[in-house]
């Protein structure tokens, strides 16, 4: 699930690195992270533990405080609220909320004043599609989140997603991915129509082309597109 591994980033600032996603426990890999220089800060996209789970470990070699939503994994500080910027002098680097994937997930926007880089976490990967999986997961703040990241990329933005490669265009990105959540809710609402009633009957008809090995995944999705559309205004 984590395609080819999880990209922790480095960001040059004029006080010294913030790490974005130390990544899992792997001892060789936070030890090259911390070699880069000094850091002042590490940041969590999101608490799974791809992302996370050598946050502890880093925060002890670096001393540098790591930063999140969900306070629990805070250590030595606390992650600035929605919209606000760390305290680092350049680049500006901007805390945007995005839960959907789940519901710690936040993005970071770096600014240079010539350059924007959209650190995407899970919200946005850079190949396939993100998993929003019922519970913790929720679509209806997932969209939103896309919505808001629409209003703030534009197409000379460059994507730096938690897996994948990075690449130009964060604007297309989100636009793509709208779009995709879009027709992938229509083929549910297709799929209840034609008499699917459980998460599984909705898998196999809208996943059927897809391997079978990533049904149980797909079927936490298609919960909450189930839980979504439950609450969606009525139109009839
Ligand atoms: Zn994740």
Known sequence: MTLDGTNTYIVQTATGHVVVDPGPLLPDHLQVVAGQG?????????????????????????????????????????????????????????VIDTPGHTADSVCLIADDGSTRVLFSGDTIVGRGTAVVAHPDGNLADYLDSLER????????????????????NAAAAVTDYLAHRQDRLDQVRSALSAGAQTAHDVVEIVYSDVDRSLWPAAELTVEAALAYLRDEPRTD
């Open 149 to 168: 990241l629409r209003t703030v990329t534009d197409k000379s933005c460059i994507l730096a997603p938690g897996h994948g490669p990075v690449r130009g």
């Open 38 to 94: 000094p850091v002042v800060c590490a940041v969590l996209t999101h608490h799974h533990a791809d992302h996370s789970e050598g946050a502890t470990r880093f925060s002890e070699l670096t001393g540098a405080p790591v930063l999140a939503r969900d306070v629990t994994l805070c250590r030595g500080g606390v992650l600035p609220d929605d919209g606000e910027i760390l305290n680092v002098p350049s680049p500006m680097i901007r």
